[in-house]
């Protein structure tokens, strides 16, 4: 691992609890909305799988260390044991999946394929960890689990298109990253 490698992990680790600074938003059904998880779409997009993957789990170690690095300044070991400590566990996973699937496409992928590898590592990879994990913490079923966690669909896929235009318009200004 080159000193490249180490500032790009810190950077994106930084990035992702940035985004946690930035207020949620509230759909009309009550739903919150936090920038977060978009941290993770862009590690992996950036970074590819193994770098990605530890940028993630750099900010994870950070935030079970006790920084308040989530949205709201939560922080600490009590997060992975609450209702959205499998969603935290899916991330690093989610981040090395998106990488994998950009290091992977020969050359830089059009926007649509972009879309679909944010959402395939960065929503469907991560609630496969989260939904369980909200099943046994929530005591519901898994269906249960996985109706609730839908209502934040619409805010995830709108951070994965967000996420796919970053990453045209970084790589369009700097060719090279």
């Given amino acids: 691992m080159t000193t490249k490698d180490i500032v790009l992990i810190a950077l994106f680790a930084a990035l992702t609890a940035a985004l946690g600074v ?21 590690a992996g997009a950036f970074l590819g799988a193994k770098r990605g993957g530890l940028a993630i789990i750099l900010f994870l170690a950070l935030l079970a260390v006790g920084l308040p690095l989530l949205a709201g300044g939560r922080g600490g070991l009590g997060v992975f044991f609450g209702a959205s400590g499998g969603f935290l566990i899916g991330f690093p996973v989610g981040a090395f999946v998106i990488g994998y699937l950009f290091d992977k496409y020969a050359g830089r992928p059009p926007l649509f394929p972009s879309i679909v590898f944010m959402l395939l590592g960065g929503v469907g990879v991560v609630y496969l960890f989260g939904v369980p994990w909200l099943a046994v913490i929530a005591e519901l079923s898994i269906w249960q689990a996985l109706a609730a966690s839908a209502a934040f669909l619409p805010g995830d896929v709108t951070k994965a298109v967000l996420a796919s235009l970053i990453l045209r318009e970084v790589r369009k200004a700097i060719p090279n990253l």
Avoid: D, E
Wanted: charged share 0%; glycine share 10%.
């Fill in 22 to 42: 930035i207020p949620q938003i509230t759909l009309p059904m009550g739903v919150p909305i936090t920038a977060q998880s978009m941290g993770v779409m862009l």
